[in-house]
C-alpha cells in the first residue's frame, strides 16, 4: 500500500498568512485548531468534523475545492 499524506499535512503546505485566498485562509486557520484531525484522509470524516467544529470556515464548498486539490496533489 503506498503512503498517503494526511489531509492535514497537506493542507499546511496552503498556509499563506498575507493572502485572501480562500484555500489558504482555511489553511491558515486549521493551523491554529487543536482538534483537528490531523491524521484523517477520509472525506466524509474529515466533513463531519468541520461541519461540526470549524467555525473559521465559511463555506463547506472551500473544504470541496481544498479536498479536490489534495486527491489531485496525491495521484
Known amino acids: ?36 484531525p490531523k491524521q484523517e484522509e477520509d472525506y466524509e470524516k474529515l ?3 468541520l461541519e461540526l467544529n470549524a467555525g473559521y470556515l465559511p463555506s463547506m464548498s472551500v473544504f470541496d475545492k481544498a479536498y479536490q486539490l489534495y486527491l489531485d496533489n496525491m495521484n
Open 1 to 36: 500500500m503506498a503512503y498517503r499524506e494526511s489531509f492535514y499535512r497537506f493542507l499546511m503546505t496552503q498556509r499563506n498568512p498575507g493572502s485572501a485566498d480562500d484555500i489558504a485562509q482555511f489553511a491558515n486557520n486549521a493551523q491554529h485548531d487543536s482538534s483537528f
Open 47 to 49: 466533513s463531519d468534523y
